[in-house]
């Protein structure tokens, strides 16, 4: 939770509130949001309800224009939350977006991704486990396709997505059926962020 705090801290040209719900984490989460220096609500949950009935506690009570879903491991530039805002503003159309992300190292994560499909999960089963990379996988993560300009994704990975909270509230925000991916995991934490511009 650190690196996306010290992220929200130096943040500029953007008005923004920081929700931090705490999914029952057995870490220092809690006490590194009421120690960051944010004006940050904190929602202390007493059990891990998952990633979508966690996000929704926060996007039922927003009445923000955006919402952003990320990671606490998430670090990002002091402009970006403004240029996502200012995207999302002359693009009415568009319900979410995601940057490009990378690795420590400074490689890509292939983050965007075209339409699941079972050969696909497969594919990148099989590309863990051996470390071949598969045509199949490279085609969902849409490797080698242009994405340092804006194009069109079937969907975003939940590490980082800029949302317009109308559309996530219209559609019901996120089906909690799904608790995280295919696993069940503990102690989670999800950072709203709201803008008031």
Known sequence: LHCVLDSLKNTQGIDFCVTVIDNNS?????SAARSSGLNCELICLNRNI????ANNIA??????????????????DSQLLKACMEFMDANPDVAI???KLLNTDGSEQYTPKGRPRISYLLA??????TGKIMPLRSKYTLRGQRIDVPR???FCAGCFMFCRTSMLKACGGFDE????Y???KKGLIFVRIQSTA
């Open 26 to 30: 057995t870490d220092d989460s809690v």
């Open 50 to 53: 998952g990633y979508g009935a």
């Open 59 to 76: 996007i039922r009570e927003s009445d923000a224009r955006y919402h952003l879903v990320t990671n606490p491991d998430v670090k990002f």
């Open 97 to 99: 977006i995601t940057p």
């Open 124 to 129: 990148g089963f099989i590309e863990k486990r």
């Open 152 to 154: 069109e994704i079937d």
């Open 177 to 180: 059926h799904f608790f995280l």
């Open 182 to 184: 295919f696993e069940k």
